[in-house]
């Protein structure tokens, strides 16, 4: 048997992976792509879907508004059956995470009034929707269950706001243990699910509320609309603070007061871009084809043999692992730390044909997607890694940031 360390031994793990065949559902290059939790690649049939939208606006032209008014609720529905355990009416995809997350704070702040609880980590546009809301308590990063209690305890807070999956570290939090202890000091709570859809099980059904994107690993493209969940039980209770006309009730009536629609549709907005959410429905089919628990299941392997990489070859050139040990504490991307993170991700990128992406202050983080990654993917992009540590490449690069990283 071929050692850890050997390309063998990681051509010997993609022969025995069930889901091997779903890579060649993808647009591939030559480039090692690491990066597919923040971008997931083009699949094939959303290509074809998004094709035949655009031939249809030109035949159809404004008569294709029939079909098209349905597609935030139609899709939300296949979101909730296949990949974010909620009941049907529950989800809507819609406009942007930070639109998203405004309207579901705001609603359960409005008459709620009170402190909200955050981690000093949070992803950044999450923080400055909530700071913009109201007083803000932060919790350590990755907080757990008793941490939640602990910022709860004075009995002053209103609303719990987490991420499911940490963005920098890729941490797993413990959604139900969480939820319960926010539930349990009288506060609404309202899950990040970001860098979890599609990749980790996610059970929405004692939870309050909900945001979440389609680009990342549900592999929609840039910019895909996002989407919102509310329990049924809170969708008369909340009231949307954009009042648009893609919420209210008899819509094309065009009345002069606002009365908006009782279920989840109130939380529409404005018109829809439904060229993008056409890429959405092939994306998240996809992702239901594979099922989301296989598809943990490879996450864990990748992200396990990623770790016994970093430890045989990069802990010894002053790399830190940034991502829990611990499998059940971890999304699907690795966080690898060092001083000289910046220029490292840069090398990688411009001199090895690797993408990963960079998180200040320190950390390269390698997004291993399961429905087109593979081991030997993982190997080539370690192994240039250590390569180029070794040789110091990176010195070669300029030290100062870029606006992306």
């Given at each position: ?7 063998a ?13 779903f ?7 030559e ?61 809507l ?124 690993y ?13 329990r049924?039980g ?31 549709v ?11 959410l056409a ?7 996809l ?8 598809l ?21 050139l ?21 001083p ?55 010195l ?10």
């Amino acid at each position: 048997m071929a050692a850890v360390t050997e390309r063998a031994h990681a051509a010997g793990l993609d022969a025995a992976d069930p889901l091997a065949g779903f890579r060649d559902e993808f647009v591939l290059g030559e480039r090692i792509y690491m990066d597919g939790n923040s971008l997931g690649r083009l699949p094939r049939r959303v290509e074809e879907r998004v094709a035949a939208l655009v031939q249809e606006w030109g035949e159809r032209l404004v008569t294709g508004w029939h079909e098209w008014i349905e597609l935030p609720a139609r899709l939300g529905d296949l979101l909730a059956r296949e990949i974010v355990g909620a009941q049907p009416g529950e989800v809507l995809v819609c406009d942007s995470v930070t639109v998203n997350l405004y309207k579901l704070a705001a609603a359960a702040l409005d008459g709620r009034p009170g402190v909200i609880v955050t981690a000093v980590d949070e992803f950044p546009t999450d923080r400055y929707v909530l700071q913009g809301l109201g007083e803000v308590r932060l919790l350590d990063p990755d907080p757990a269950a008793d941490d939640v209690a602990a910022a709860c305890a004075p009995g002053d807070v209103a609303l719990v706001c987490l991420s499911h999956v940490n963005y920098r570290s890729g941490a797993l939090a413990d959604l139900a243990g969480i939820t319960e202890a926010a539930h349990d000091a009288g506060a609404l709570m309202l899950w990040d699910v970001c860098h979890s859809a599609g990749v980790v099980p996610i059970d929405l059904s004692g939870v309050d509320l909900a945001v979440g994107c389609t680009y990342k690993y549900l592999n929609a493209g840039p910019g895909a609309p996002a989407f919102l969940y509310m329990r049924e039980g809170l969708q008369l209770e909340l009231r949307s603070p954009i009042q648009g006309w893609f919420g209210q009730r008899e819509q094309f009536a065009m009345g002069p007061a606002y009365d908006p629609e009782p279920g989840i549709v109130r939380f529409l907005a404005g018109t829809p871009p439904i060229v993008a959410l056409a890429a959405v429905e092939p994306a998240v089919e996809l992702v239901a084809e594979a099922g989301v628990a296989a598809l943990r299941e490879k996450s864990v392997a990748l992200t396990a043999y990623a770790i016994e990489l970093h430890d045989a070859w990069l802990a010894p050139l002053g790399f830190e692992l940034g991502t829990p040990r611990d499998a059940a504490r971890r999304g699907s991307h690795v966080s690898l730390r060092h001083p000289e993170g910046w220029r490292i991700c840069r090398a990688l990128i411009e001199r090895a044909d690797v993408i990963p992406d960079f998180r200040a202050p320190d950390s390269v983080r390698f997004g291993l997607p399961p429905l087109y990654t593979r081991f030997v993917d993982v190997w080539d992009a370690f192994d240039r890694l250590r390569r180029l540590v070794e040789d110091e490449v990176y010195l070669e690069l300029d030290p100062a940031p870029g606006r992306v990283t």
